[in-house]
């Protein structure tokens, strides 16, 4: 999925004009690409080596075995990769150039050729909060994500619709407008042993799943480690913030969701907070703290498909005037995924230095 939207805002954006485009594939090499010409094998080390920029979003697998034989084999190239792989090694750049570029263009002065995109909630969270992360003024920050579907993958985003199916014939054989018993018919469908749960291993439809990734130590998921370790690296942090929280699959098809807690390093007044917020990138959208706004702007369905990221709720919590509280929705698929590998792609393009 995440290969289809970046094909499809290159187009938009006219990212090929320019470059000579070559398309491997690890499936289907000898057929025909985008551009119409052939497929070439993603897994020749040698046809890799010619290209000077390589993007990949063919996930850790691929990166963990074609990598090392390209390095080893002389190759001085940019890697460009959706995975996780790579995102905590050394020699690479975790890539939000609207909220990291001065970070980005110091690794290309000093010839760090690894850009990776970093955790599609991570990346969300700094386009909608990166103007207090810019200002000083998160001492810590605890996040919820409500995250879609389609952020584990194609596949597990049409299991979710085969679940919406089976439920809603299951609501709709009962007959019934007593909602009760539409309940206990679709609670029952959900328990039964062939509903399909092949992908998530449990009903999603529905329902949520309070655990993403494999678990580390000290009671977290993967995904949650994430949000402190790339957060730190993503901004060049000196010192770590603190960034902990529960992530959640829920039953969205697309854009991920987050409510925060924010410790603020000292107290500032709300305007002053929501200017912060409104300006922390061309692309962040803040939504007034009132229902209309709300319910309009800040949910999935207003914002999938879009750039915008919106940010609203914004308030003091009742622990005091120095705690502040947010709720941000973002397409995992572009800011997510998708745009920094893009944009990267054009940064190395413009590159002078």
């Known amino acids: 999925m995440v290969g289809s939207v970046l094909m499809q805002r290159m187009r938009e954006e006219s990212d090929f004009d320019g470059i000579e485009a070559v398309f491997f594939s690890t499936s289907n090499a000898g057929g025909k690409s985008p551009a119409g010409n052939e497929l070439l094998d993603a897994f020749d080390i040698k046809s890799l080596a010619t290209c000077d920029v390589i993007v990949?979003?063919?996930?850790?697998?691929?990166?963990?075995?074609?990598?090392?034989?390209?390095?080893?084999?002389g190759w001085k190239g940019y890697w460009i990769d959706a995975a996780s792989t790579l995102r905590m090694a050394d020699d690479?750049?975790?890539?939000?150039?609207?909220?990291?570029?001065?970070?980005?263009?110091?690794?290309?002065?000093?010839?760090?050729?690894?850009?990776?995109?970093?955790?599609?909630?991570?990346?969300?969270?700094?386009?909608?909060?990166?103007?207090?992360?810019?200002?000083?003024?998160?001492?810590?920050?605890?996040?919820?994500?409500?995250?879609?579907?389609?952020?584990?993958?194609?596949?597990?985003?049409?299991e979710l619709m085969r679940q919406m199916e089976r439920l809603t014939a299951a609501g709709n054989a009962t007959g019934?407008?007593?909602?009760?018993?539409?309940?206990?018919?679709?609670?029952?469908?959900?328990?039964?042993?062939?509903f399909p749960a092949a992908e998530?291993?449990?009903?999603?439809?529905?329902?949520?799943?309070?655990?993403?990734?494999?678990?580390m130590p000290g009671g977290q998921t993967k995904e949650e480690w994430k949000g402190e370790a790339e957060t730190n690296k993503i901004i060049g942090s000196k010192t770590a913030i603190p960034i902990d929280g529960?992530?959640?699959?829920?039953?969205?098809?697309?854009?991920?969701?987050?409510?925060?807690?924010?410790?603020?390093?000292r107290d500032v007044p709300l305007a002053d907070l929501e200017a912060i917020l409104a300006g922390?990138?061309?692309?962040?959208?803040?939504?007034?703290?009132?229902?209309?706004?709300?319910?309009?702007?800040?949910?999935?369905?207003a914002v999938s498909g879009t750039l915008t990221v919106p940010v609203g709720r914004v308030h003091k919590l009742r622990m005091g005037p120095e705690y502040l509280g947010a709720f941000t929705v973002g397409d995992q698929l572009l800011w997510g995924a998708a745009e920094p590998l893009r944009r990267m792609v054009r940064i190395l393009r413009e590159w002078k230095g």
């Open 56 to 73: 990949s979003c063919q996930g850790g697998e691929y990166t963990q075995r074609v990598v090392g034989p390209l390095r080893e084999g």
């Open 92 to 158: 690479a750049v975790i890539i939000l150039d609207p909220v990291n570029r001065a970070v980005i263009d110091q690794a290309l002065s000093s010839g760090v050729k690894n850009y990776i995109g970093g955790n599609c909630t991570v990346s969300l969270m700094l386009m909608a909060l990166g103007g207090l992360f810019r200002e000083g003024l998160v001492e810590w920050m605890s996040t919820m994500t409500y995250q879609a579907a389609s952020g584990a993958g194609a596949p597990k985003m049409l």
């Open 176 to 194: 019934s407008a007593d909602a009760l018993i539409v309940e206990k018919a679709v609670t029952a469908e959900q328990r039964a042993e062939n």
């Open 200 to 215: 998530f291993g449990a009903p999603l439809a529905g329902s949520l799943l309070a655990w993403i990734d494999k678990d």
């Open 246 to 265: 529960i992530c959640v699959r829920v039953g969205a098809l697309r854009c991920h969701s987050q409510g925060v807690c924010v410790k603020l390093t």
């Open 280 to 301: 922390s990138t061309p692309w962040t959208r803040f939504v007034a703290n009132n229902k209309a706004d709300t319910l309009r702007d800040l949910t999935p369905a």
